[in-house]
């Protein structure tokens, strides 16, 4: 039997998280281009135990090593592996200057200094909801991507369970927008909000604290024109989250934007993702933007499975968890999901190990 192909049937027995076999040679290509194992996550985009599982087992196969810096390295049957499978080293041709977004922060400069100057007293992410910010380039980015697609001036904006990023600030700066709901499980956000929106005036944005758990009460259901928000890649989150931004859109033709990473959840979860909103919903997915979201490393991250599976203990020092960012849109007679959430696996559960 081929051997990248055992080896990815192996990792799926050992780890639970589905994978195929050119998981395993993307993780060759990525060990070609990088020795930092978080980077060869970044770059194979699977998530954390499965990468750290095939790393494993090439290891003992005698095909990479790990030196004393903590790189991952090819041995000389890795070369002839790679050579002999004509596998390449991964290249990037994406714009450096919009970092592949293809909606660079610096065309609002203004909104750009403002929101830096006022995030620099921001809350620090804590591990409790699986917090961990968006670069301030990533978080202007998603507002010029929505101003863009018609999603902002006058409209009527939730932000829901992702204020971490700040990304219902950066909307209520603009002052484009009708009204802003900002609704996060995380008290010290929702105040930092709401200091900010009366100092600044912005008397049209206001925050709240929820628990998305909890059903929303019927004066949220069908009031709003976009939602935003960044779930765990769990299924009781991203019914939470998405679902539940949905059931707050007022009609067809609405749009909702969010986040989904491949460092926590896997292709397969990706596909069951996409069928709930096509067949489920009834939304359609007008956009995927992979890589879109960088995150800034979180301080919790040595407490983290992720940290704890890993085949390095060297932690991550440049950014490598990222995440592609969806735009969906209603279609006429598009479902309203709003139940409550009894799911005890609600931040965590096989595929991810970021939280
Ligand atoms: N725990 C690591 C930081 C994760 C931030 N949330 C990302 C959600 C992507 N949908």
Redesign the pocket.
């Given at each position: 039997m081929d051997l990248l192909f055992r080896i990815a049937q192996e990792v799926q027995k050992e780890t639970k998280v589905r994978v195929h076999r050119r998981n395993v040679e993307k993780v060759l290509s990525a060990v070609l281009t990088t020795g930092d194992f978080w980077k060869i996550i970044d770059l194979s985009d699977i998530p954390v135990p499965a990468a750290a599982e095939i790393v494993r087992r090439l290891i003992s196969e005698g095909v990479l090593f790990i030196d004393d810096s903590e790189n991952i390295l090819l041995t000389q049957k890795g070369y002839d592996l790679v050579s002999e499978l004509g596998i390449a080293s991964i290249v990037d041709h994406s714009c450096r200057a919009c970092e592949g977004r293809g909606y660079p922060f610096y065309s609002d400069k203004d909104l750009y200094r403002t929101f830096v100057e006022i995030a620099r007293e921001r809350p620090s992410p804590i591990r409790d909801y699986?917090?961990?910010a968006v670069t301030p380039e990533t978080t202007i980015a998603r507002v010029l991507f929505m101003d863009s697609r018609g999603d902002l001036r006058n409209k009527e904006i939730m932000v829901m369970g992702a204020e971490d990023d700040l990304t219902g600030l950066a909307v209520a700066l603009t002052r484009k927008a009708k009204r802003v709901l900002v609704i996060d499980i995380d008290e010290r956000l929702i105040d930092f909000d709401n200091r900010v929106f009366r100092e600044l005036g912005i008397d049209n944005a206001e925050a709240m604290v929820w628990d998305l758990r909890n059903p929303f009460p019927e004066e949220m259901i069908g009031k709003f024109d976009v939602f935003i928000t960044?779930?765990?890649?769990t299924f009781a989150a991203f019914r939470a989250f998405i679902g539940r931004g949905i059931a707050t859109l007022k009609e067809e033709g609405c749009a909702g934007y969010?986040?989904?990473?491949l460092r926590?959840s896997s292709i397969f979860r990706w596909k069951e993702f996409q069928e709930t909103l096509l067949n489920e919903y009834g939304v359609v997915i007008t956009d995927i933007i992979q890589d879109f979201?960088h995150?800034m490393n979180?301080e919790y991250h040595p407490e983290?499975k992720a940290a704890r599976i890993a085949p390095v203990k060297r932690e991550p020092k440049e950014i490598w968890?990222r995440?592609a960012w969806y735009r969906i849109e209603t279609l006429p007679g598009f479902k309203r999901w709003n139940e409550p959430i009894s799911d005890e696996v609600f931040y965590l559960d096989e595929e991810g190990s970021?939280?």
């Open positions: 699986d917090q961990g960044d779930p765990p890649e969010f986040g989904l990473t926590d979201n995150y979180w983290t968890y995440s970021t939280t």
